[in-house]
């Protein structure tokens, strides 16, 4: 516990971290909110005129309306709920089998490890896009299948790092006297070895729920979408659709920007995660060497050093 | 004039939220030409800090805070990293702990060897440069044409030893060698060690010796400076520090080598209790007075300096006497 | 480590991973709920000829993976003539179904739109790699300066960005000035010949671009890691102790090594990248494998749907192993002795 605070505590001294946390708190908060936000309910049905039909952005409608007359910023706001839920919940998916892949690939190694690396190797090598497709037409579309496919096959990436982070942390002094006192391997890996690993999981995992989202509105896009549900991507589909030619920018523009947004935050917090917690980023040789001698007493030789 | 002259260095490691720890503190040593000084302390101690704040290698979150560093009368903290630079190996050179790691492993030794003399211009053509090489790597006994190797294709102790043939590639006046001899085993030691005596008898190359092994440091040094918590504990020439110590933490080390020409051992091997004390919870008065078998009340409260007890012999404990 | 261990386990790890994919394929295509491939006998759009020809090449009328009873009467041959056998054997004969849509044979569609996909990844790679490369490499020279953080920040917001949407952004602000869909002017042929091909030309600046910028970060990021693991070895503090400069050292240590685990990431990026393709081929309209799935989706044309996955995964898997082996040319110590 105490380390995630020490986390925190340098976290809160990195604007770049900070930034990324708000942008993500604020999608988060218009998810939760959209009812109250959302100035007309998406589903409902209404009478359009024919001059409704992507009509550009006036004072009751601030984004205008889309292909089917329905307002453009109500679906955005809702459209986040979407996003969010796919991110999370896939990359929750993804992060569980990830992280007890690498555990016990790491943990246990031996023939164990080699094979579940093996698959991990397979599942990397087969390109994801495509194979997406595959399975979603096959199968159908629908939120929960989206969710079900991206979290299947995004675990490999943290699965790699989970497992050669075990392996380093292995070998290391409470891990041997834990096992010199007989505790068992489910019991190490869990009070022990899991809590050292958890502040990485949690840095990739923020990085992943970015992946994730990205995952849908591609497939949305590409028109493998829920169909009852707004999405960003869907919202892409139908404006690239149908609203290029008209250069209905209201219609096109905000969800590809929303989608920037939330992930934009995303990586931005998650990378600075990412820097506190492993320690390689961190020292290398190669910096500005006249910070380095910084003499009190006397001329300052930083003043007369000059590259 | 002394070749190196250290006077009252000091290096700071910032921590994370930039609280400077002070990992050297108030050092000082003098080097003259043809002469080898022993760096002696624990792991942790600072001797190693203290030797990359010579060459001003620290890590990123180094700090030299003060002190002066005279090469040839030249203090190189005050010179531009471009003018270091050239001091860099050509003048100075230093053969890392665990050298093994330290060879690039994708370009062949005998490239690495050439780089610096082609960079300082000890040579300038390709083909003087490599029979500079050839030269070079006969000297520490391995045959020239191992050159073309890569670092992978050498065992440790090779690599050890074409570590130092690099190191001399420019002919340097000090050579700082930082653990040569750690994870190592004897027979290869004793290769290194002869090595090195070779080099002072027929270059008159200073060594400056980085050891926590004194039995190392009585082979081939003529002063040894002891370190302890990041200060020196007390300075002298190799017979006075193995005759007569007078701190009480010099005085421990040399129970704890047994000596194989010595009387038999009538103690055991003495070792030293406790651990040094960690750079954030530095002790306000001596630091060696937690483990220190001579202490007193005033030890824990007052630093003592380091004062010349006799000439040429420096001792930081408040009970030294001549 | 001795090469010709490397290069076994290589092969035969690319040899596994095709053999898991084409089961795969076969797998999905039949055990998935409203079997198409029993859709497909049954749609009336086929001719019977057609219809026919199917059942025969796929053994629609036989087991799917094995026949118990002949394998319990000891006929193995007659066991195992099943869907699956006559589906691998189609496979080796580069038989790959008829098009639900254009009625031709799949292979064939695939063969005449290959070379798009492949122009469009070379160029966009290629383009991604020089300009990530050199972009991190001057990043790593000005280490902590603004332009270092001005580079990084510009990675990580255009690693965020959905390839398809800066599609459309590139398209809408090039409308006008570049041309925006299809792959070449209707009514230039090939026998045009320089007309023709700087037409195409023209027609790719937008999707390669588009391509470039989204993996350009990707590159970054990349060789910033391995820069990064570089620049912590002891061997770079060697070299500062020698005297080098922060450039010098950076062209004569960190390069080389930081290059070397490029290759293989570049490989493994393959994957991504393709999909990458898939999406600027469809906002672009460019008519390449990518388009062509992305319509096989839309129309539900199965036989071509399944055509392109395998083509894809099968030309992901054989780079990874071009990429494995060229390691081994480039890593001294992957060498023979």
């Known amino acids: 516990m105490e380390q995630f605070r020490e986390i925190w505590r340098t976290f809160r001294r990195r604007p770049i971290g900070i930034v990324g946390a708000l942008t993500l708190l604020s999608v988060v908060f218009v998810a939760i909110f959209a009812p109250w936000l959302a100035p007309y309910d998406p589903d409902e049905k209404i009478d359009v005129e024919p001059g409704d039909l992507l009509a550009p952005p006036d004072a009751g409608h601030l984004l205008g309306r889309d292909d089917a007359g329905k307002d453009v910023l109500s679906q955005l706001i809702y459209g986040a709920r979407v996003s969010l839920t796919v991110g999370f919940v896939a990359s929750f998916m993804s992060m569980f089998i990830g992280t007890t892949v690498g555990l016990v690939a790491g943990y246990f190694g031996g023939r164990i490890g080699n094979a579940l690396m093996r698959v991990v190797d397979f599942l990397m090598v087969i390109p994801d896009l495509p194979l997406m497709l595959v399975i979603i037409s096959l199968w159908g579309r629908g939120l929960w299948k989206i969710i079900l496919v991206i979290g299947l096959l995004g675990w490999t990436y943290t699965a790699r790092l989970v497992r050669s982070q075990v392996l380093s942390i292995k070998e290391r002094q409470f891990i041997l006297r834990a096992r010199a006192i007989g505790a068992g391997s489910l019991r190490i890996i869990a009070r022990h070895v899991f809590p050292q690993v958890l502040p990485l999981i949690l840095a990739e995992a923020v990085l992943d729920i970015s992946g994730a989202i990205i995952a849908e509105s591609s497939l949305s896009f590409l028109g493998l979408g829920d169909p009852t549900l707004v999405s960003w991507g869907m919202m892409l589909n139908f404006a690239f659709e149908r609203a290029i030619s008209r250069m209905a920018w209201w219609f096109l523009l905000p969800p590809g920007f929303a989608i920037i947004w939330v992930s934009l935050g995303l990586v931005l917090m998650g990378s600075t995660l990412e820097e506190i917690v492993n320690p390689r980023l961190k020292s290398h040789h190669l910096f500005d060497p006249r910070r380095m001698v910084a003499l009190v007493a006397g001329e300052s030789a930083s003043q007369r050093i000059s590259e | ?322 | 480590m001795q090469r010709g261990d490397y290069l076994i386990r290589k092969i035969f790890f690319a040899l596994a991973t095709l053999v898991v994919v084409i089961v795969f394929n076969f797998f999905l295509f039949r055990i998935l709920p409203g079997d198409p491939i029993k859709a497909i006998v049954r749609s009336p759009r086929l001719t019977r000829e057609a219809k026919e020809k199917l059942r025969g090449d796929f053994g629609l009328d036989k087991p799917v993976f094995f026949d118990a009873e002949q394998l319990r009467e000891g006929d193995v041959t007659g066991a195992f003539d099943t869907q699956f056998t006559a589906y691998v054997r189609a496979l080796l004969r580069g038989n790959l179904g008829i098009s639900f849509r254009s009625r031709r044979d799949v292979g064939e569609v695939l063969a005449e739109r290959v070379w798009r996909i492949v122009v469009l990844v070379a160029a966009g790679e290629t383009l991604a790699l020089v300009l990530g490369m050199t972009m991190e490499l001057v990043s790593a020279w000005r280490r902590g300066t603004r332009l270092d953080m001005t580079i990084l920040l510009w990675a990580l917001f255009s690693w965020g960005l959905p390839t398809f949407f800066l599609g459309i952004i590139l398209l809408i602000l090039a409308r006008g000035h570049l041309p925006t869909g299809g792959m070449v002017i209707p009514g230039l042929k090939p026998e045009n010949g320089w007309a023709y091909w700087a037409d195409v030309g023209k027609h790719l600046i937008l999707p390669t671009l588009t391509m470039a910028i989204v993996y350009t970060s990707s590159y970054v990021m990349i060789m910033r890691s391995s820069v990064v693991e570089v620049l912590s070895e002891d061997y770079i503090l060697t070299a500062k102790a020698k005297g080098l400069s922060t450039f010098q050292i950076l062209r004569d240590h960190a390069l080389k090594n930081a290059m070397l685990p490029m290759v293989t990431m570049i490989a493994l990026n393959l994957g991504y990248t393709v999909g990458g393709a898939i999406q600027v081929e469809t906002v672009f309209s460019w008519p390449g494998i990518g388009r062509l799935m992305y319509d096989a989706v839309m129309k539900r044309d199965y036989p071509v749907l399944q055509g392109c996955f395998l083509l894809l995964a099968v030309s992901v898997i054989a780079a990874n192993f071009l990429a494995d082996l060229l390691y081994t040319v480039l890593d001294p110590r992957v060498q023979p002795k």
């Open chain 2, 1 to 322: 004039m002394a070749l190196l002259d250290v006077r009252n260095l000091s290096v700071d490691y910032l921590t994370d939220d930039g609280t400077p720890l002070r990992a050297v503190e108030d050092v000082s040593f003098s080097l003259k030409q043809g002469r080898s000084l022993g760096l002696v302390g624990e792991s942790g101690c600072g001797k190693t800090t203290a030797m990359l704040g010579v060459l001003r290698l620290l890590p990123a979150e180094g700090r030299i805070v003060s002190g002066e560093v005279r090469y040839r009368g030249v203090d190189l903290l005050r010179l531009s990293e471009q003018e270091m630079r050239k001091h860099r190996w050509n003048k100075i050179a230093i053969v890392f702990q665990g050298a093994m790691n330290a060879l690039n492993p994708v370009r062949t030794i005998g490239d690495q060897i050439a780089e610096p003399i082609m960079l300082h211009g000890a040579a300038t053509d390709k083909k003087a440069a490599s029979e500079r090489v050839g030269e070079l790597l006969e000297m520490v006994g391995i045959t020239p044409e191992m050159a073309r190797q890569y670092p992978h294709q050498y065992s440790g102790g090779m690599r050890q030893r074409a570590m130092t043939a690099m190191a001399l590639a420019c002919s340097p006046d000090i050579l700082i060698a930082d653990e040569p001899t750690t994870a190592l085993d004897v027979m290869i030691q004793a290769q290194i060690l002869d090595l090195f005596q070779h080099l002072q008898k027929q270059l008159g190359l200073s060594i400056i010796l980085v050891t926590h092994d004194l039995g190392v440091v009585a082979e081939i040094c003529d002063d040894v400076l002891v370190m302890y918590g990041g200060r020196t504990a007390e300075y002298a020439s190799v017979d006075t520090i193995y005759n007569e110590p007078l701190h009480p933490y010099t005085q421990r080390l040399m129970q704890a080598f047994p000596d194989i020409d010595g009387p038999a051992l009538k103690t055991s091997l003495a070792s030293i209790p406790g651990y040094p004390p960690p750079l954030d919870a530095l002790p306000p008065g001596c630091r060696f007075e937690p483990r220190c078998h001579r202490k007193s009340d005033v030890c824990a409260v007052e630093s003592p300096p380091l004062v010349a007890v006799k000439p040429g012999h420096y001792v930081a404990c408040h009970f030294a006497e001549g």
